[in-house]
T-cell receptor, first 113, second 113 residues
């Protein structure tokens, strides 16, 4: 059974800092790896999706990498801003279908002005 | 996001009562999903639908039933609510079940006393 772990559970940084959020998964036979953002009282918003054949994906100040062999993905946020404060979740897709997503518990990021 | 509306947004009810949560989407997405989110757990899939009247169980389906009579509506029913079903429930949709990320509603906070 796929298990997804996110470390740290919470992270507080000053504005402008570059930071890395970590996601690890136990079964490397994944179809894709997805990163989401969740604001308080809201649903999840998809940020980046990395196919198993890809090494990384970029969107603006966000860069996500994937290393299947080590069972790890990282989300890099450049020049963090207070508006980046949210919970970030990763999800491993083990079966090629969305109903095979296994979510991590998330990292709560606080960016202090 | 993706025109997903969940109702009600908040509900408090008593143990043993039936509860129905509604998810309405305006994107004509074929796939719809119900998740629950609890502290200490990642999002867990309850049920999903791959078309009108086509549904299947997810990871934590015991005590829940679903129905989808129209493309735009996906209902989640707790036949006899228990305190262990206190949670935040999210509906999600996707046009396909493969590469495309899911879009999430803002959730229903359900408290069962």
């Amino acid at each position: 059974k796929q298990e997804v772990t996110q470390i740290p559970a919470a992270l507080s940084v000053p504005e402008g800092e570059n930071l890395v959020l970590n996601c690890s998964f136990t079964d490397s036979a994944i179809y894709n790896l997805q990163w989401f953002r969740q604001d308080p009282g809201k649903g999840l918003t998809s940020l980046l999706l990395i196919q198993s054949s890809q090494r990384e994906q970029t969107s603006g100040r966000l860069n996500a990498s994937l290393d299947k062999s080590s069972g790890r993905s990282t989300l890099y946020i450049a020049a963090s801003q207070p508006g980046d404060s949210a919970t970030y979740l990763c999800a491993a897709n083990s079966g090629g279908s969305n109903y095979k997503l296994t979510f991590g518990k998330g990292t709560l990021l606080t960016v202090n002005p | 996001d993706a025109g997903i509306t969940q109702s009600p947004r908040h509900k408090v009810t008593e143990t043993g009562t039936p509860v129905t949560l509604r998810c309405h989407q305006t994107e004509n997405h074929r796939y719809m999903y119900w998740y629950r989110q609890d502290p200490g757990h990642g999002l867990r899939l309850i049920h999903y639908s791959y078309g009108v009247k086509d549904t299947d169980k997810g990871e934590v389906s015991d005590g829940y039933s679903v129905s989808r009579s129209k493309t735009e509506d996906f209902l989640l029913t707790l036949e006899s609510a228990t305190s262990s079903q206190t949670s935040v429930y999210f509906c999600a949709t996707s046009g396909t079940d493969r590469v495309e990320p899911q879009h999430f509603g803002d959730g229903t906070r359900l408290s069962i006393l």
